[in-house]
């Protein structure tokens, strides 16, 4: 068998293993962004009915807790992602 045609084999058949997945793969990262702009918009609307028409306080107060803890996940994502592409760049090549 010649080695190019057994190359070629090789690299047909791994292909499927590492192509990117038809819907894009990024469905857990799109349903976290997705939750974190529910959140910070059902604070917001909250936050603007308790200015407005006077609503309940707690229910105000328990938005803040939801969106402070939303956004202390979100820059601890961002700091791990930025973390590890600093290591990546850290890789002798």
């Known amino acids: 068998m010649d080695i190019s045609a ?5 690299y047909t058949a791994s292909k499927a293993a590492t192509a ?13 962004a ?3 702009a529910a ?13 407005t028409s006077g609503a309940d306080p707690h229910a105000l107060v328990e938005a803040l807790a939801q969106t402070e803890l939303a ?4 820059v601890t994502v961002r700091d791990r992602v930025v973390e590890a592409y600093q290591e990546i760049l850290r890789m002798p090549v």
Do not use: C, I, K
């Open 34 to 36: 997705d939750s974190f």
């Open 39 to 51: 959140t910070l918009q059902t604070s917001e609307n909250t936050a603007m009915q308790a200015m």
């Open 6 to 10: 057994l190359v070629a084999q090789s």
């Open 20 to 32: 990117p997945e038809a819907d894009g793969g990024g469905n857990a990262f799109r349903a976290a």
């Open 71 to 74: 956004v202390q996940t979100a």
